[in-house]
């Protein structure tokens, strides 16, 4: 996006993280990701919530609508976040995300 290799970039990006974390201490760069996961969790709701009041949308429209839609395969509410059945129809359900994450950790 900005004409510079993605390979020069990787690298310089790599190197530079490299750096920090060798001269400084290991407890300096938990700190940084702890900071930094601070910034992306908090910013998330935060540009929500500024969508929404720049639509003028109500804050729990999104929500009731989608509750009242029903997903094709499995029937119900799109609302309906955890499934526990064993249902291999189902897109995802407990069981399949425990499963692939056993194998991916």
């Not at 540009?47 to 003028?56: K, P, Q, R, V, W």
């Not at 395969?73 to 056993?102: K, N, R, Y």
Request: glycine letters at 10%.
């Amino acid at each position: 996006m900005i004409g510079f290799p993605v390979l020069r970039c990787i690298v310089t990006v790599g190197s530079l993280a490299t750096l920090y974390v060798v001269l400084g201490r290991m407890k300096d760069a938990v700190w940084t990701d702890c900071v930094q996961f601070i910034v992306l969790a908090a910013g998330l709701p935060l540009m929500i919530g500024l969508l929404m009041s720049f639509f003028s949308w109500p804050p729990g429209a999104g929500w009731n609508h989608a509750g009242k839609l029903t997903a094709p395969v499995t029937g119900g509410p799109h609302t309906h976040l955890i499934d526990w059945f064993l249902d291999l129809s189902t897109e995802a359900t407990v069981w399949d995300i425990l499963f692939f994450m056993s194998f991916t950790w």
